[in-house]
């Protein structure tokens, strides 16, 4: 199994969403460091696997789920 890593102006690209918009809103809250991307080296620079993202798009989940993000990656079901 290969894994594609992108850059974020690449994902930008690729989900039609704009770079401020992956930085300031789906970073950390949609997606997650570790599961969606990763930061190698422990820089700064972030790289998206792309297929976590694309299996994350394409979930479909009922109005009724509740997700709370935990700090140590994990999600708890509300």
């Known amino acids: 199994m290969t894994t594609t890593y992108l850059t974020t102006e690449e994902l930008s690209e690729r989900i039609k969403y704009d770079v401020r918009t992956i930085r300031q809103q789906l970073n950390d809250s ?11 080296f422990g ?16 979930a479909r989940k009922s109005p009724n789920d509740i ?5 140590n990656g994990g999600v708890c079901y509300g």
């Open 43 to 58: 820089r700064r620079k972030i790289l998206y696997i792309w297929e976590a993202v694309e299996e994350e798009m394409l």
């Open 30 to 40: 949609v997606l997650l460091e570790g599961k969606h991307y990763i930061k190698p």
């Open 67 to 71: 997700e709370i993000p935990m700090a």
